[in-house]
């Protein structure tokens, strides 16, 4: 209950100078991941999860008091086990029909759900992974950010009912206990976050038992009313604010019309600041500008607005005209990249704001995203040479530069006069460092020609790719990891620390791969893969075989539920001393008769899953990188690979947010793709893959790859991609997935069957290829032998099937 008692309406305390809107989740040493992971394999019960949780949570908010986020409500409170979208579906008891039994209560004749306690921790999780035959919620990328989220399925009789109480007794530790927790703990109260109505419903997607002229915004007064539940009883628990992140607002890609989008936000956030008893509400209008939004959300009473000022501009005075009285949190420190904040141009950037805002707004620094995008602290990483990691800010470094940046918008520029003049000369240190600006990679691109981004017409390298191969009708092959075993990891922990010399590591890995080897083909996979053994990631692999790359020890941010990534940090132009993966593939190769993949990963992606320079332009960075894999293709042609793989699964995920702003990049990022291949004979067999990544939203790009092969996420889905497709009139060869590898669970041939089927009678089995969904790093063997095993059957079956009807 609030200190002053029922009585109580809205607070009105303001936001304090310096705030973020959010910080990472995992913990500074993946603790999170290590208990969630330990209570999936048994070895940890419910209540010692919970225990790690609250450590944790109570450990971040300790850690930012220390760094001095001391004022009212400065403190985010966005803890949640797997996913934040997934928090409130669960919160909602909004599951999909098949998981019905999980909400923790049967569902009346109308479909309500009644009094239900609320979604257990392992049904949170079971939702989230599948189970049996049931699959878990697709998951696809948090708008253009490398962090995946799980989509919400509704229809007509979907649950949309809070459950009382959402956090104080649920089991997946919601907003409200992260509240009562601090509280009880004699904390400042934090800032319970929350993914907010208006992105919630453009998210989500019809259910596929949604009847025909269905709309999400159907729902919109159960939603709302859930939502207002959820706002009362944060604001008993004490919060004074509460920050709903609307990020979905920046992006006019939506399949709802702009203005519907505007009359949605107009009407959600009327309905929310009407609400007396609830804590003021901060919206976030996070990775771009809030553009005619802004407005919008002005005009309905909301107390405070977060701009992101890195990825969008600033607004006009017009437009910020509507924020009297209320509060304003300037986005100056970018939450998803690692350079230091130019503070000269934020806190000009903030003085300019000021000028606009009306004279009684009450303007806060802030950062323009959560930090969960970023890791946790720059100066655990001292194997960096000291140079580079002096130009570089993670979480707890961007916290400071939000409090410098207050001060010297409080107390003028000579409070941080010395802040400033060391900021200066570290900047141009970094831009004087010789590996900034290679003369001989800049002229280079500079000499590019179209032909260089050219290949042999399609027909042409298909005819010739027939001749060699010989392959069947569906062809079965993997994306390119397998499991990566401890005695992998060991190897490779053992051999960077040098106690395994060359040699050793070398005949450990070959022994990895020749295991691979003869597995796929007792399996029976007709186009075969080396395994990546030898790589601890996709993308760090090759950063450490580049020039223009440092890698990290500690620096890890979370990619989807228990998932961390370590990016690499591009700080310099990109050159290839030496080939990369040719011997390991060549060795593969002389294991068997059947072809093996090549396996590189694309300019694209390599610059997307790293933390990319933020000195030039993007395009010049993605053709130095396809100048450099240009180099492996050759010399893997050379060696005698006849089939290479070059994945671009973040081709969708950088795909600018504003409609206007694709054009440009899609041009610049297919042709540095293009770049890559463009040298490869017509005989070379060019595969690409793409995982969640909306294939359909970029297939005119997908198409312009010209790749020979295209294969793509589409088990989760249920090939509901495949439409578009035809429609478009791809003509090259596709592999569907039908195999969800980001769940445990083994799908069975019947079930890889259905999904190849759905394929050929969508495309017809002529240019059809039969794979998993992704690489099979993360699974363990016992399951993907299981699951290949089934694959491979299902696509005999498939194939038997299209011969018995031709034959008839």
């Known amino acids: 209950m609030r200190a002053g008692g029922p009585t109580d309406t809205v607070p009105t305390a303001p936001l304090p100078d310096a705030t973020i809107l959010g910080y990472p989740r995992i913990g500074p040493d993946r603790e999170l991941k290590r208990a969630v992971e330990a209570h999936w394999r048994g070895r940890l019960d419910e209540a010692g999860l919970r225990r790690a949780a609250a450590e944790l949570r109570t450990a971040t908010r300790a850690r930012l008091r220390s760094l001095g986020l001391t004022g009212a409500s400065a ?56 189970r049996g035959e049931d699959a878990a919620l697709e998951m696809t990328k948090w708008l253009d950010s490398n962090y995946h989220y799980l989509v919400p399925e509704i229809d007509e009789r979907t649950v949309l009912d809070y459950v009382p109480g959402f956090g104080a007794v649920d089991p997946a530790d919601g907003p409200v206990a992260q509240v009562l927790e601090a509280a009880r703990a004699g904390e400042q109260v934090p800032r319970p976050v929350v993914v907010g109505p208006v992105t919630y419903l453009l998210l989500a997607k019809p259910s596929d038992a949604a009847a025909d002229g269905f709309a999400l915004t159907d729902r919109l007064a159960d939603l709302l009313a859930a939502y207002g539940h959820l706002l009362a009883d944060l604001w008993a628990a004490g919060a004074e604010w509460v920050q709903f992140d609307e990020p979905a607002l920046v992006s006019d890609a939506w399949s709802l019309p702009r203005e519907e989008v505007l009359r949605l936000v107009h009407d959600v956030y009327t309905w929310v600041a009407a609400i007396t008893e609830r804590p003021q509400v901060l919206v976030a209008g996070s990775y771009g500008s809030l553009g005619d939004a802004l407005p919008v959300l002005a005009s309905t009473g909301v107390d405070g607005v977060a701009l992101d000022l890195v990825a969008g501009g600033l607004p006009s005075a017009e437009d910020l005209a509507g924020l009297a009285g209320r509060s304003v949190v300037a986005g100056v420190v970018s939450g998803r990249n690692v350079w230091r904040t130019d503070l000269d141009a934020a806190l000009t950037a903030l003085e300019s704001l000021r000028e606009r805002l009306p004279e009684d707004a009450r303007l806060s620094v802030g950062t323009s995203t959560s930090l969960q995008h970023v890791p946790h602290d720059v100066e655990r990483e001292t194997d960096l040479d000291p140079a580079i990691r002096s130009w570089l800010a993670f979480a707890d470094q961007k916290v400071a530069e939000v409090q410098v940046l207050a001060r010297g918008l409080a107390e003028g520029r000579d409070a941080v006069a010395e802040e400033l003049a060391e900021d200066a000369r570290l900047r141009a240190e970094r831009a004087a460092h010789p590996g900034v600006a290679r003369a001989g990679v800049r002229d280079a691109v500079a000499a590019l020609t179209g032909a260089d981004r050219t290949r042999a017409p399609y027909e042409e390298r298909r005819a010739a790719q027939t001749e060699r191969f010989h392959l069947p009708l569906l062809p079965t092959t993997t ?4 499991p990566q075993t401890a005695e992998i990891r060991r190897d490779r922990a053992a051999h960077r620390r040098g106690e395994l010399d060359d040699a050793g590591y070398e005949q450990a890995m070959h022994a990895e791969i020749e295991r691979v080897v003869r597995l796929q083909e007792e399996l029976g996979l007709d186009v075969l893969v080396h395994g990546e053994a030898e790589r601890n990631d996709m993308v760090q692999y090759f950063a450490e075989l580049l020039d223009g790359f440092v890698t990290t020890q500690h620096g890890w941010v979370q990619s989807y539920g228990s998932r961390c990534t370590r990016p690499s940090i591009l700080w310099g132009d990109v050159a290839r001393p030496a080939p990369m993966t040719v011997a390991w593939s060549q060795y593969a190769q002389s294991l068997t008769d059947k072809p093996v993949k090549g396996m590189l990963t694309g300019p694209v992606t390599i610059m997307a899953w790293s933390f990319v320079r933020d000195d030039v332009p993007r395009s010049l960075v993605a053709d130095e990188l396809g100048l450099a894999l240009r180099e492996e293709v050759a010399d893997l042609e050379s060696a005698g690979i006849g089939i290479i793989q070059v994945d671009e699964p973040a081709i969708r995920e950088t795909l600018p947010l504003r409609l206007a702003d694709r054009e440009s990049y899609l041009t610049w990022s297919v042709g540095s793709f293009r770049l890559a291949t463009g040298g490869a004979a017509p005989a070379t067999q060019v595969h690409t893959h793409l995982c969640y990544s909306e294939f359909d939203v970029v297939i005119d790009a997908v198409d312009h790859l010209d790749a020979d092969v295209t294969s793509i996420e589409a088990s989760r889905s249920r090939m509901d991609i495949l439409p578009a497709v035809a429609e478009h009139g791809f003509e090259r060869q596709l592999g569907p997935g039908v195999w969800d590898i980001h769940s445990p669970r083994v799908p069975s041939t019947d079930e890889c069957a259905e999904l190849l089927e759905r394929a050929v009678a969508a495309l017809g089995i002529e240019r059809l290829w039969a794979n998993p969904d992704c690489g099979l790093k993360t699974r363990a063997y016992e399951e993907t032998v299981e699951s290949l095993r089934h694959l491979v059957d299902a696509a005999h079956r498939v194939r038997a099937e299209n011969d018995a009807r031709h034959e008839g």
């Open 479 to 482: 994306i390119g990891s397998f």
């Open 75 to 130: 403190v985010p409170a966005d803890f949640t086990y797997y996913d934040q979208v997934l928090q409130v579906t669960t919160a909602f008891g909004a599951l999909p029909e098949r998981f019905a039994d999980l909400r923790g209560g049967a569902l009346s004749a109308d479909g309500s759900s009644g009094d239900y306690p609320g979604t257990s921790l392992d049904g949170y999780f079971t939702v989230a992974r599948g």
